[in-house]
């Protein structure tokens, strides 16, 4: 199922938006890139969403231009066919049937029911494809949105939040799918809350906080600033302290003890014993992803 058409960068250029006097997107600019995944990350309400809509030609920026292949998206001339999106799994009608609703956008399109059908196979829910969509769980109505962006075989896909509700299983599918779109050469951008329900899926990563952009690079590159810490408690802290400072660790207070960045424990103890500095703990502590995502967005969930 290889897109026919070459995969657009996305773009947003100085991109702002405010609601009376909330400022929910402040001058955000970044790009995705073709052939890879890209999380776009930040706590709830961090502006995510209403960046999306404003992509996709939903909302009207404030300030700023959102880009898909150097064009707003309602400038082209089948903008389905270009990015295929899903931002709400329960923007459907309930009383359409799962098949019933593909049917419904495959006309605005120009894709066939016999499309639809494949879909709705592709996507898990060929059982269920004559049930109502009222009655169909949120994970169910996570993979209907999939099958709904993907009805023109578009070349790039935006995907808000598209693990939610979904079971372990169908976020291992959901993964290996999205995966699999960027081996193609497609662009993806997924968002989330969560930096570790993506981690395994993102090549590169976009982190917003409070409408702003905190940080973009490749996965690999963020995880570079997961430096290791090292706790550290001794009787002498004020000593402990001024070997910190002599040495040029940075440290932090943590309790009855210090937090040393970067230093490795054994270094630490060496130091100490050297300068007689007596230790009654000295523990190595690694930092995850997720400390990382939570340091750059303020802790703010």
Same mark, same amino acid.
């Given at each position: 199922?290889?897109?026919?058409?070459?995969?657009?960068?996305?773009?947003?250029?100085?991109?702002?938006? %405010?609601?009376?006097?909330?400022?929910?997107?402040?001058?955000?600019?970044?790009?995705?890139?073709?052939?890879?995944?890209?999380?776009?990350?930040?706590?709830?309400?961090?502006?995510k969403t209403t960046t999306l809509r404003m992509l996709?030609?939903?909302?009207?920026?404030?300030?700023?231009?959102?880009?898909?292949?150097?064009?707003?998206?309602?400038?082209?001339?089948?903008?389905?066919?270009?990015?295929?999106?899903?931002?709400?799994?329960?923007?459907?009608?309930?009383?359409?049937?799962? &098949?019933?609703?593909?049917?419904?956008?495959?006309?605005?399109?120009?894709?066939?029911?016999?499309?639809?059908?494949?879909?709705?196979?592709?996507?898990?829910?060929?059982?269920?494809?004559?049930?109502?969509?009222?009655?169909? %769980?949120?994970?169910?109505?996570?993979? &209907?949105?999939?099958?709904?962006?993907?009805? #023109?075989?578009?070349?790039?896909?935006?995907?808000?939040?598209? #693990?939610?509700?979904?079971?372990?299983?169908?976020?291992?599918?959901?993964?290996?799918?999205?995966?699999?779109?960027?081996?193609?050469?497609?662009?993806? &951008?997924?968002? %989330?809350?969560?930096?570790?329900?993506?981690?395994?899926?993102?090549?590169?990563?976009?982190?917003?906080?409070?409408?702003?952009?905190?940080?973009?690079?490749?996965?690999?590159?963020?995880?570079?600033?997961?430096?290791?810490?090292?706790?550290?408690?001794?009787?002498?802290?004020?000593?402990?302290?001024?070997?910190?400072?002599?040495?040029?660790? %940075?440290?932090?207070?943590?309790?009855?003890? &210090?937090?040393? #960045?970067?230093?490795?424990?054994?270094?630490?103890?060496?130091?100490?014993?050297?300068?007689?500095?007596?230790?009654?703990?000295?523990?190595?502590?690694?930092?995850?992803?997720?400390?990382?995502?939570?340091?750059?967005?303020?802790?703010?969930?």
């Amino acid at each position: 199922m290889g897109p026919t058409r070459d995969a657009p960068v996305l773009a947003v250029e100085g991109l702002g938006k %405010s609601f009376g006097s909330v400022r929910a997107v402040d001058d955000l600019t970044f790009s995705v890139r073709p052939g890879a995944v890209t999380g776009f990350l930040g706590p709830n309400g961090a502006g995510k969403t209403t960046t999306l809509r404003m992509l996709l030609g939903l909302t009207r920026p404030t300030a700023g231009r959102a880009l898909v292949d150097g064009l707003p998206y309602a400038e082209h001339e089948r903008p389905a066919r270009v990015v295929g999106a899903a931002l709400e799994a329960s923007s459907f009608h309930p009383g359409r049937t799962g &098949l019933g609703h593909l049917e419904v956008f495959a006309a605005q399109v120009g894709a066939s029911n016999r499309r639809c059908r494949e879909l709705i196979d592709f996507v898990g829910l060929g059982p269920a494809a004559e049930r109502r969509v009222g009655g169909y %769980s949120m994970g169910m109505r996570q993979r &209907l949105g999939l099958a709904t962006a993907l009805l #023109a075989d578009p070349p790039a896909v935006v995907l808000d939040e598209p #693990a939610n509700g979904l079971d372990p299983e169908g976020i291992r599918w959901m993964r290996g799918l999205l995966r699999a779109f960027a081996a193609e050469g497609r662009t993806v &951008l997924i968002s %989330s809350h969560v930096l570790s329900e993506v981690q395994h899926t993102v090549d590169d990563v976009v982190i917003i906080a409070h409408g702003r952009l905190v940080h973009a690079s490749s996965l690999a590159d963020l995880g570079a600033l997961a430096t290791p810490e090292t706790y550290v408690e001794s009787p002498a802290a004020g000593a402990l302290a001024g070997l910190c400072d002599d040495r040029g660790w %940075s440290r932090r207070a943590d309790g009855a003890g &210090l937090v040393v #960045a970067g230093v490795p424990a054994a270094e630490i103890g060496a130091a100490a014993y050297a300068a007689g500095i007596e230790l009654h703990q000295l523990v190595s502590r690694g930092v995850g992803l997720e400390d990382v995502f939570l340091r750059l967005t303020g802790g703010v969930r």
